[in-house]
């Protein structure tokens, strides 16, 4: 579903027209919510990133998390640096070029423990950052599926602030959403033992 499909699904029941700034506003909010609750498996992305000759820092992107950075500038193996806390980083940290082995994350910038005595490229595994609705055309990063959940839950954000009390049927068809949508979408990758019985 689109924004827009979303918007007018909320409207068509319980809300006129005249709600649809709002409906815009109550999507987001639990379509916000829906993205910070859990480690979901589709928030995981990849991407390369370059870090030039005495450079030590490189933006965030589009990732509000990074799980792991591997430097992959000699062939054929990844070598994964290490992360480190923010509070010991500079502990750790150097002014001579070399080849960075560690890494910390401070504001939107992935910081390396060492200037690059050459430029190197790195493959970071990270968290997609939240990025609100904004445009009608606009189609939310939840799986297709659950875009009906989001309905439930504006509709229910706007029933419960309208003091109307059938906003719990609405929340229950949420959070049964949310729910289902964790034994699909938190382990994205199976092992002998998560696949029990049914493996191979």
Known sequence: ?????IQDAVLSDRFGESKRADAKRWINHRYGRMWAQEPWNFKISVASYSLAQNATTASLGSFQRVIAVFDD???PLYRPVEAMRPADFYSWATRSAGIPVGFTVIGDNIRFD???SSAR???VIGELEFTELVNDSDVPLIPAEFHQTLVHGAISEGLRLENDPTWQ???EDFRAGVEDMKKGYLTPVRNFV????AWP
Do not use: G, K, V
């Open 1 to 5: 579903m689109t924004f827009e499909e």
């Open 73 to 75: 500038t000699i062939s």
């Open 114 to 116: 060492a200037p690059a």
């Open 121 to 123: 490229t790195y493959t």
């Open 169 to 171: 049927a609405a929340e």
């Open 194 to 197: 998560s696949a029990y019985p």
